[in-house]
């Protein structure tokens, strides 16, 4: 069974996810400072953008992080997963809906119910085997469960939810 682990990001960058204004009824949160790699919109009451809640690399790796060992159809081998749980993003931007609109660079769009997420699974993956990685492998961000660990994870649709060169989230009612 894969050995999942859950730990807290960087210290330094914690207070990126700070909000202002708390007696607001729609909070923002702290704006990214580098790249933005992944765009939260929809049903959310946190924003740091016009609408949405826009994310840099760093911010993502201050938030609390989950990961697991685990082979996938797509790699060849076991490798190392890190990144933050898709439960603890929806959290922070206040996301609350039935479903979950994934959407990847190239525009290629999945629908995940939001029965499917749990405590720490999925994990919006930016680390494999310790390393951030690149568009041409599937990166900078990954929906990945850990598909070794149970046969639920083992089924076309989970791994149809499993969208690589993540950008978009959308929540919906």
């Known amino acids: 069974m894969p050995q999942l682990s ?3 990001g960087r210290l330094s960058a914690a207070f990126a996810f700070l909000f202002l204004g708390a007696t607001a009824s729609v909070a ?6 580098g790249e933005v790699i992944l765009t939260i919109d929809g049903a959310i009451t946190n924003t ?3 609408g949405s809640a826009q994310f840099d690399l760093d911010m993502l790796m201050a938030m609390p992080a ?5 082979t996938t159809t797509w790699t060849d081998g076991m490798h190392r997963f890190e990144g933050v749980p898709l439960k603890a993003l929806l959290d922070a931007v206040g996301g609350e809906g039935t479903k979950i609109i994934a ?3 190239n525009d290629y769009a999945v629908e995940i ?7 720490n699974v999925p994990i919006v993956t930016y680390h494999i085997d310790g ?12 929906i990945v ?14 791994y149809g939810w499993s969208i690589w060169q993540l950008s978009k989230l959308t929540i919906s009612e």
């Open 48 to 50: 740091n953008a016009e």
């Open 113 to 119: 119910p939001m029965e499917a997420i749990e405590e």
């Open 28 to 33: 923002e949160m702290a704006a990214p400072t």
């Open 145 to 158: 469960f850990p598909y070794d660990s149970s046969p639920d994870y083992q089924t076309e649709l989970v």
């Open 66 to 70: 989950s990961g697991f060992d685990t």
């Open 6 to 8: 859950v730990s807290t």
């Open 103 to 105: 959407t990847a660079l």
């Open 131 to 142: 390393e951030t990685f690149s568009r041409r492998d599937k990166g900078p961000l990954w």
